[in-house]
Structures are given as structure tokens and as C-alpha cells.
């Protein structure tokens, strides 16, 4: 997967702060990267970061290892390790999370469940990322739109 939203599009050429398809790596791989390990490392390693496959097994290892490293290599120790969610609720196109659903009713928006359903796990990713409290949520909204979620 190699594909930039357009809600990022004002950092991806510079891929100065981590785009969604890294987030959803991390959450895959299981590692906390912060902000300040990812502008550490140069354009091309950060490009490796976004092209490099984390789907299988192997594939999620490989990148765990890599990315660990390289945190390692600019921070002398590696970045700290989070659970890895056997069922993350971007797979689950039957149920929109609660955070998701108040999130788009505060935008006016009523997300339906077939709509949900036809989302992609990296769209339902980002929704359920924008969508928290914890996170600078100004691109929820120029998501909801992007997804054709909002009905004009």
C-alpha cells in the first residue's frame, strides 16, 4: 500500500510528519514511533518507511526490525513497543466505532453502516485515527468528504 490521502497532501512530498499509511504500519507492527524519531530520519529512509510492505507475518516482523533499528541508530535506543490488536476495529466494516460516529455527528454527519462497509480498512484507519481526542482532528472533516461520506 502506497497511498497518500488527499487530506495530507500539504506534507507528503516533504513526508515531514507521518503519513496514514505509516500510522497504520505502526499500529500493524506494533511500535511507537514519535514525531521526533520520524524527523530524524533522512527523506529516503522515511520513503523506505512508506514503500516497505507490513501486511504478512514476515512482512510486519521485517519492518518491526527495520524501523527499530533505524530509531536505534539516530536515538541509541529502540522506540517503545505497544500491543498489537488481534482484531483492529478498521477490519471490522460491521460496526463504526463510537469515536468515529460522535466524531462525524459533531461534523453533522451520519456515518451509515453500508457506507462504513464499503470504506477501506486504511480509510476506516484514518477515520478511527482523526477521530480521537488525543489527535490533532482538523483533517477528520476533510476526510468525511474526501470518502464521500458527506452527502451534498
Given at each position: 500500500m502506497s497511498e497518500f490521502f488527499q487530506f495530507e497532501t500539504d506534507f507528503v512530498d516533504s513526508l515531514r510528519c507521518i503519513?496514514?499509511?505509516?500510522?497504520?504500519?505502526?499500529d500493524t507492527?506494533?511500535?511507537?514511533?514519535k514525531l521526533t524519531h520520524w524527523n530524524q530520519?533522512?527523506?529516503?529512509?522515511?520513503q523506505v518507511l512508506v514503500v516497505m510492505p507490513c501486511e504478512t507475518a514476515t512482512e510486519v516482523e521485517a519492518?518491526?526490525?527495520?524501523?527499530?533499528?533505524?530509531?536505534a541508530g539516530y536515538a541509541?535506543?529502540?522506540?517503545?513497543?505497544?500491543p498489537i490488536d488481534p482484531h483492529p476495529p478498521w477490519l471490522d466494516a460491521t460496526q463504526?466505532?463510537?469515536e468515529v460516529r460522535v466524531k462525524a455527528e459533531e461534523c453533522?454527519?451520519?456515518?451509515?453502516?453500508?457506507d462504513w462497509e464499503a470504506l477501506?480498512?486504511?480509510q476506516r484507519f484514518a477515520l478511527i485515527k482523526l477521530s480521537r481526542p488525543s489527535h490533532e482532528n482538523r483533517n477528520f472533516l476533510p476526510a468525511l468528504k474526501e470518502f464521500q461520506l458527506i452527502k451534498c
Open positions: 503519513p496514514m499509511q505509516v500510522r497504520l504500519k505502526l507492527c506494533g511500535v511507537k514511533l530520519f533522512s527523506q529516503s529512509e522515511r519492518y518491526r526490525e527495520f524501523l527499530q533499528n533505524l530509531v541509541g535506543q529502540p522506540a517503545a513497543e505497544l463504526i466505532p463510537g453533522g454527519v451520519t456515518i451509515a453502516r453500508e477501506t480498512p486504511s
